[in-house]
């Protein structure tokens, strides 16, 4: 039965129009997500819904007596609220005893126990937790929420998960977390180029059904335009309609004429040509951090190799933020150095969407990216930063619009681009994923994966951790942070039953920071059985069976360009284009000698364990 139709609405956003006539219903247990690109109108869509803003045309046909609990994306305080007092505004005054005891336990599986702390000074991500759990606590049978497992550690998006898969009502959702919409979801809804397609699956299902629906699309437009090439010869050899049968033949002609070419998807396409990376790049050297007695980071040592894909992960408030900004040196340690290579070139993307964009918001966006540069290299060659934004789906007339007048993922979109138009060799990722959709994290998971330099991310999205990291830094006790080979899926694997215990043993966290000590014997066992785990990933397998070649084919090369060299000796010209390209070459073998030693030294503590 539907608790809610939405019937031929029209929304129309300046010269652009967002949806029209778009219709469907709502189910009173259906679990519904969103998906369409950045700027789409999914967060419109369910202001819409939530009662919170008009449509130009069509209505929302709600049951009668309908209570419908919303979350926005950027949900609003008022000032000198307190947390408990947030959640139980405007709440039936019968049920406030029963609602104040469920917020409460919420609240501390979400990590708040003072709960009248003043909500003018939470940051963004706590503001949102409590909007979550003013949310949930609500008597409702309709859950619209906006990016829900936004700033939620994995330990909250599996309960967030849980909690929504039982719920007795209907959730409808905009999330860029693709395991997340795979486990809540029955019924996925997409925006495309103002039309809404429906979709009676979760998001996996939503991937093979859309492939299925762009392949018939194609082969439609392929059979028009065969077709109409046939008609449009019958018309040009002189054809003459002198009967009902070829006045019936040329009117389908002109109808086949006037149908429009069905619109593909546009992507983002992100390329550039990092910066030259010396030997030296980033060093840790037993830096520590705490704040108000508190122990962030303890003791931490990391060398960066020119390869390294790092996933920082742990729970809100450990200090992932904290090492990023260390490491890009916005912050200072407490004690310890960090030794930043002459070549290095260091890309910050944060995660306050404010602090990115600065006072930027009132430039248009040309300017914004033009601030940064106006050419920027790439393997296809330099790019104005015109067509770099035509790239990143911002175009022509667009391209002068104000920053301020975009949407949340937009702006994360257009300040993703300035970090890329700096070229750097390191990059510097504070849940790159949040507000993004899911088309633009696909392709950012591409270029990150060819990207010549280091990426260091924290992300609390596991699908993108699998797909980027290769290496898991993880926050664990009193600041001490563990590492672990492998994606975000090998670490659960090889950590399965022991995140977040709290007697994790003192030799176990001594020796993943290199300074083992034998005085726990029970401890010892604890960290051989979960070494017995450890493994290649199937990229590094792959790569450790063809690495010796490849070494042997640089040296090779490198061997034929001296041989080049010593015959072009009178010729300078020649003589530096050899001279650069064996310059690169033997860069390129230094890498490769450095990803072997790595692996090698990975294959023989695997073999140890057999």
Same mark, same amino acid.
């Given at each position: 039965?539907?608790?809610?139709?939405?019937?031929?609405?029209?929304?129309?956003?300046?010269?652009?129009?967002?949806?029209?006539?778009?219709s469907f219903g709502i189910g009173?247990?259906?679990?519904?997500?969103?998906?369409?690109?950045?700027?789409?109108?999914?967060?419109?869509?369910?202001?819409?819904?939530?009662?919170?803003?008009?449509?130009?045309?069509?209505?929302?046909?709600?049951?009668?007596?309908?209570?419908?609990?919303?979350?926005?994306?950027?949900?609003?305080?008022?000032?000198?609220?307190?947390?408990?007092?947030?959640?139980?505004?405007?709440?039936?005054?019968?049920?406030?005893?029963?609602?104040?005891?469920?917020?409460?336990?919420?609240?501390?599986?979400?990590?708040?126990?003072?709960?009248?702390?003043?909500?003018?000074?939470?940051?963004?991500?706590?503001?949102?937790?409590?909007?979550?759990?003013?949310?949930?606590?609500?008597?409702?049978?309709?859950?619209?929420?906006?990016?829900?497992?936004?700033?939620?550690?994995?330990?909250?998006?599996?309960?967030?998960?849980?909690?929504?898969?039982?719920?007795?009502?209907?959730?409808?959702?905009?999330?860029?977390?693709?395991?997340?919409?795979?486990?809540?979801?029955?019924?996925?809804?997409?925006?495309?180029?103002?039309?809404?397609?429906?979709?009676?699956?979760?998001?996996?299902?939503?991937?093979?059904?859309?492939?299925?629906?762009?392949?018939?699309?194609?082969?439609?437009?392929?059979?028009?335009?065969?077709?109409?090439?046939?008609?449009?010869?019958?018309?040009?050899?002189?054809?003459?309609?002198?009967?009902?049968?070829?006045?019936?033949?040329?009117?389908?002609?002109?109808?086949?004429?006037?149908?429009?070419?069905?619109?593909?998807?546009?992507?983002?396409?992100?390329?550039?040509?990092?910066?030259?990376?010396?030997?030296?790049?980033?060093?840790?050297?037993?830096?520590?951090?705490?704040?108000?007695?508190?122990?962030?980071?303890?003791?931490?040592?990391?060398?960066?190799?020119?390869?390294?894909?790092?996933?920082?992960?742990?729970?809100?408030?450990?200090?992932?933020?904290?090492?990023?900004r260390i490491i890009a040196g916005?912050?200072?340690?407490?004690?310890?150095?960090?030794?930043?290579?002459?070549?290095?070139?260091i890309g910050y993307f944060a995660?306050?969407?404010?602090?990115?964009?600065?006072?930027?918001?009132?430039?248009?966006?040309?300017?914004?990216?033009?601030?940064?540069?106006?050419?920027?290299?790439?393997?296809?060659?330099? %790019?104005?930063?015109?067509?770099? $934004? *035509?790239? @990143? !789906?911002?175009?022509?007339?667009?391209?002068?619009?104000? =920053? #301020?007048?975009?949407?949340?993922?937009?702006?994360?979109?257009?300040?993703?681009?300035?970090?890329?138009?700096?070229?750097?060799?390191?990059?510097?990722?504070?849940?790159?994923?949040?507000?993004?959709? %899911?088309?633009?994290?696909?392709? $950012? *998971?591409? @270029? !990150?994966?060819?990207?010549?330099?280091?990426?260091?991310? =924290? #992300?609390?999205?596991?699908?993108?951790?699998?797909?980027?990291?290769?290496?898991?830094?993880?926050?664990?006790?009193?600041?001490?942070?563990?590492?672990?080979?492998?994606?975000?899926?090998?670490?659960?694997?090889?950590?399965?039953?022991?995140?977040?215990?709290?007697?994790?043993?003192?030799?176990?966290?001594?020796?993943?920071?290199?300074?083992?000590?034998?005085?726990?014997?029970?401890?010892?066992?604890?960290?051989?059985?979960?070494?017995?785990?450890?493994?290649?990933?199937?990229?590094?397998?792959?790569?450790?069976?063809?690495?010796?070649?490849?070494?042997?084919?640089?040296?090779?090369?490198?061997?034929?360009?001296?041989?080049?060299?010593?015959?072009?000796?009178?010729?300078?010209?020649?003589?530096?284009?050899?001279?650069?390209?064996?310059?690169?070459?033997?860069?390129?073998?230094?890498?490769?000698?450095?990803?072997?030693?790595?692996?090698?030294?990975?294959?023989?503590?695997?073999?140890?364990?057999?």
């Amino acid at each position: 039965m539907n608790i809610l139709t939405v019937q031929q609405i029209t929304k129309i956003f300046g010269e652009k129009g967002l949806f029209k006539d778009a219709s469907f219903g709502i189910g009173d247990t259906e679990k519904i997500g969103i998906i369409g690109v950045n700027g789409a109108g999914k967060s419109t869509l369910l202001r819409i819904i939530a009662g919170e803003e008009e449509t130009d045309s069509g209505e929302v046909i709600k049951m009668n007596n309908l209570k419908i609990a919303y979350l926005p994306q950027n949900p609003e305080f008022s000032s000198g609220e307190s947390i408990i007092d947030y959640i139980l505004r405007g709440k039936n005054t019968t049920s406030k005893w029963d609602l104040d005891a469920e917020a409460k336990s919420m609240l501390n599986r979400l990590g708040f126990t003072d709960y009248d702390r003043c909500c003018d000074n939470l940051s963004g991500g706590e503001k949102k937790k409590i909007a979550l759990t003013e949310c949930l606590v609500s008597d409702s049978d309709l859950l619209i929420l906006d990016e829900p497992t936004n700033h939620l550690d994995k330990e909250m998006v599996e309960w967030l998960e849980k909690y929504l898969r039982g719920y007795k009502g209907a959730v409808i959702l905009v999330s860029h977390d693709r395991y997340f919409l795979d486990i809540v979801t029955d019924k996925m809804i997409e925006i495309d180029d103002s039309t809404f397609y429906t979709y009676e699956s979760n998001y996996s299902g939503f991937l093979q059904l859309k492939n299925k629906r762009i392949e018939e699309m194609i082969l439609r437009e392929q059979k028009r335009q065969n077709t109409l090439r046939i008609e449009t010869a019958w018309v040009r050899r002189g054809a003459r309609a002198r009967s009902t049968k070829q006045k019936a033949r040329l009117k389908r002609y002109e109808e086949l004429k006037s149908i429009e070419a069905p619109k593909l998807e546009s992507e983002v396409t992100m390329e550039s040509v990092a910066s030259r990376m010396g030997k030296k790049t980033i060093i840790l050297d037993h830096i520590s951090k705490g704040y108000d007695g508190r122990n962030l980071i303890k003791d931490f040592t990391y060398s960066a190799l020119r390869t390294d894909r790092l996933g920082i992960v742990g729970h809100n408030g450990c200090g992932k933020s904290t090492l990023l900004r260390i490491i890009a040196g916005l912050e200072k340690a407490d004690s310890g150095t960090v030794e930043i290579g002459d070549t290095i070139k260091i890309g910050y993307f944060a995660q306050d969407t404010a602090e990115l964009l600065g006072a930027s918001s009132n430039e248009r966006i040309i300017d914004y990216i033009r601030d940064t540069a106006e050419f920027i290299n790439t393997p296809s060659g330099k %790019i104005s930063a015109a067509v770099m $934004l *035509e790239r @990143f !789906l911002f175009e022509g007339p667009q391209q002068y619009t104000l =920053v #301020s007048k975009l949407s949340g993922g937009e702006k994360r979109r257009i300040a993703l681009l300035k970090v890329i138009m700096e070229a750097p060799n390191v990059l510097i990722l504070d849940e790159p994923t949040n507000d993004l959709d %899911i088309a633009t994290l696909t392709v $950012l *998971e591409d @270029f !990150l994966s060819s990207f010549a330099g280091i990426v260091i991310t =924290v #992300s609390h999205d596991r699908y993108f951790l699998d797909n980027v990291v290769d290496r898991i830094m993880a926050f664990e006790d009193d600041g001490v942070i563990s590492q672990y080979d492998g994606n975000y899926s090998d670490y659960i694997e090889k950590t399965k039953g022991n995140i977040g215990k709290a007697d994790k043993s003192q030799d176990d966290r001594k020796k993943q920071s290199g300074q083992a000590q034998n005085d726990a014997g029970g401890a010892k066992k604890s960290y051989q059985e979960r070494e017995k785990k450890l493994k290649f990933t199937y990229k590094e397998a792959k790569e450790f069976e063809t690495i010796e070649d490849d070494i042997a084919k640089l040296e090779e090369d490198i061997d034929n360009l001296d041989k080049r060299m010593a015959e072009c000796a009178r010729d300078f010209v020649k003589l530096g284009e050899l001279s650069k390209e064996k310059e690169e070459k033997e860069e390129e073998l230094l890498l490769k000698m450095e990803r072997w030693e790595y692996l090698t030294d990975l294959n023989e503590r695997i073999e140890a364990q057999k």
